[in-house]
């Protein structure tokens, strides 16, 4: 009833192509991206803040990942070092003068260069041996960004960021802020969207599947991995300096350690590999499931009058967050994305009833 | 160059990187019979020191029985994470498992600290302080126990390997198929493999633990053992041995010799730099064998 | 019940929900005092005992009546040193109205600094956070409320002049763990060597410090006069063990105001007796307000943790901090008697506070408009083997050194945060 097929004609390749064919889903699209819009003043301060905000920001993370990791089918511990060095690098560039614009695309561009070098001595070998490699990778951005005053900042080690402006506003106040984080996702997303019906998404995707019959048949894989890892190094670190500059508003190098790593790696496999929603979910599950948990276990601990030490109390959440992750792996591998696919085929047809499996 | 410092340093440097090998012993003994890296070998590490602590200090238990109860414990842990988490990942991509592994650690570092006591532990091992003098070079006790315990740990795996169980488990490794075919228990073995690898991170973390304090930051012996267990080769145990020390090796010199150069801290670079110029140069580790794909 | 796709999904959608509701009944007389801190990551070795210090003096106060009828409220909370989940708790925290926030935690001091400074709203950084926040002329709603990284190390290396009588020549060693804290000291410790005439040598360890074999017989072959260990948690313990196995003495050695009671068990209790440490206010259970809370609040069982913590290091210091807050609302009420409560209010009351001892728990601490820190001064205790022995009265030292190096910071940060 609500999916209505009927009717829908495509008289060329270019209509069949569309990303989203069925008119429901287009409204859907139209919903959420009004709903967003409109965020700043329909949803309270709190929300936009706490919430949206850094939802909108490590989604884009968590796009940038998944194009590595779903798209090409490598594996990466060491995002949140990309992340870092995209961030250290604007952070340097809008102190010494440079505009915001140039500045992000700077962060990007020093992020997907070292992470292309890394990527090149890391692509000898696979999976598992890449994701040691990446871990590496990790801790040496950590220890070059600690050790090297002049990226670190020195003995304060935290790095404010000064009044900016993004094509011509300053960036202020959590209206701006909210907007300039929208406006980087959104191009993130249709970029991510769009990735795989592009020559180089397919490549990727040959890749990914087996990559030695994509040699035979003439795609240099190397070349590719390589360029995987560019264009998403390229993505961590434009995020990285969205985060510094709209959310966390100064850069230190406990920002950006391997549990940012782990984090995004969780948001990108719990959301579902290769689904551009499936990031959305991930990151707004991983990131929020803390949280939540916390107000959970304070709201019943006060209502029940159960005392529990405040060291269990405080590790709870830890704890539920980590077997979240078991379970979610356990029950459903391909994540949040695969929930709400079977969601939207249950609607689909409905009321009618699916065909039997 | 201060030679009594360089070969204080170097031989302190080895019987660290031989009990930082017992936690990269596990690793190589998962990844030997089912093909997976756990990342919570760190974790199951730290929890077998706070059930150290708990049988020693909670229930009164002495010494000598709180260790093998411990022990037993963690060996019981280590099949049972295996049959109920692990089993249900067989044909998942690796990323998963790896993800999974992740997710025990996570559960492990709070639930651990958060039902037994985040503050700092003591666990004595009756090991007296007093340093030993060697000519001029000076080596403490406690290193010198703790390591020797875990190369001889590491020793006896290298021959239990070569024993029949042994052989079982390397028939595992290789093919499981073939085992299956044979008659092999795959699956018994492949849980022994998880519990006795439990039962190495234990005696890690009872040994780092009782030098240390016991919490939470034993789940950091991880990076070390998997900078050991890439050098001397994911599968191969007396890999393990002679990456052990070599790492622990450069990590004292570094520390020694490079951080005044430097202005400190190159220890944790160490193991990272070691893991990529290994897989830059030799992926496969010293003694590891070449994966071969077949199309 | 077999955890299908369906129970599952189901039940964590209803979590959620549940959980996005923050139900706290509103009251009418609270100040509401925001502590979001770090339970589980970085901090676990202090915040348990000092938040249960704070706890157990605000219900002390609260039991005698509150002040001027207004209950304090202490909203505990976990932030794991997680920047994203502290700003959550400090944006929830203020839209409850807190006045007040103790984020115990630097990491997460610096990242609120410009929130605070924009909300108005008090952000007291004890013992951590920024140590140039003590100029309260940069920095007006950041209270440090407590001797900074560089006043503690003033004043350690006066009391070795106190006990040398003279410094030129020796050497002094700083063994402090490799992050922005470990290296906070090091400039005073340079300034001041520069004056006094000792050899200053640093080594760092990595952090978390829990392997520190190839650090300490590089201080042997040193050969220092007095060693000054920087760390904390499983550095500070695994510092002590290494040192006992390197044969340095233990009366040469000193820590900044991060070690405690159990530190000493862990390494074992008469093994480190002589260590000296920075004490900001009276161990122990002897001070006044320690016994009073004995009896009216762990007494009565409404203690906010075990009995056995009670006049620890680290729950004194939360006692501490405690105090000098609820001082602050003091202060604020006799000056502005009818409110109206906001962080303004209270930061009023907080730079007025004079001469505050908290009945013999701190050395009298005033503070002013410009001067957050409330005096700087402390004192040396001694390990015993049971207690930490206090070995001099408070006092101040090198505070000049301290405030040019206060300044400079918080000029810099002048020129380029705001």
Redesign the interface.
Known sequence: MFYRRAGIRHTDYRHERQLWPLPFDRLLVAVVVALLLAAPFVVDRLYLVAYLLPWLIWSSAALGLNLLMGGAGQIHLGYGAVMAIGAYTSVHLVRIGAPLELAMLAGGLASALIGSVFGAAALRVKSLYLAMATIAMQYIVDFAITHIPGVSGGGQASIEVPPVRFLGLPIEGDLRTYYMALAVCAVITLFMLNVGRTAFGRALAAVRERDYAAEIIGIDTFKYKLLAFWTSSFIGGVVGSVLVVCYLRSVSPDQFHLDLSIQILAMVIVGGLGSVLGSFFGAGLVLFAPIVFNNLIGFAADRSGIAISTDLRAHLPLMLYGALIIVFLVVEPLGLAKIYDNVRNYFLVWPFRTARR | MDLGLFIELAMTGALVGAMYGLVALGIVLIYKTSGTANFAQGAIAMMGGYLAWLFAAGLGLPMWLAIPAAVAAMFCFGILVERTVLRRMIGQPVIMVVMLTFGIELLLRGAVPGLLGSAVKRLSLGIPEAPVFVGEVLSNRAYLIGGGISAALIVAAIVLFNSRAGIIMRAVSDDQGASWSVGIRVERAIAIAWGLSAVAATFAGILWGSMQGIDWSLSLLLMKALAIAILGGLDSIPGVLLAAVIVGVCESLATGFLDPIVGGGTRDIVASVIIVVTLMVRPYGLFGHEQIERV | MR?T?RT??AS?AA??L???????AADEKIIRFGMPQD??KIY??VT??Y??GQRDYISLVNGRGGVNGYKIVAD???H??????A??AY??L??EGMVLVDPLST?VA??L???ALEDKINMVTAFSG?S?AADGSVFPYVMPLSPNYWTQAGLIIDFFRQQDKDLKGKKIVLVHI???FG??P??IFQALGQKLGYEFE?????P?G??Q???W??V??AKPDWVVFWGA??GQ??AL?EA????IPMDRMSSSVWISE??M????KD?VKGVLKFEACASGRSPKVIADILKDVAGKGQG??PEAKIGTSYYNMGVMMGAIMVEGVRVAFNKAPNGPITGPWLNDGLTSITDFTAEGLLPAMTVTKEDHQGGGKGRIARWDGTKFVPQTDWFSANQDVVWAEIRK?AE??KN??K
């Open positions: 955890l796709r599952f999904v964590t979590t959620a549940i959980g996005m509701r923050s139900a706290i339970f589980t676990t070795f348990a005992e938040s249960q505990v909370s976990d794991a040193n997680d920047i994203p989940r700003i959550e944006e929830r203020k839209r990491p610096r990242a600094v410009s929130r920024r140039d490799d992050t922005p290296k906070e090091i400039p640093t080594f760092p360890y990595t978390p829990n392997d074999a190839a650090i017989p590089q042997r072959r948690g499983v313990t695994t063990s006992i196995r390197n044969g159990s530190d068990d862990v390494v074992g093994a906010a943790g910071s810099a940060f380029t945060g």
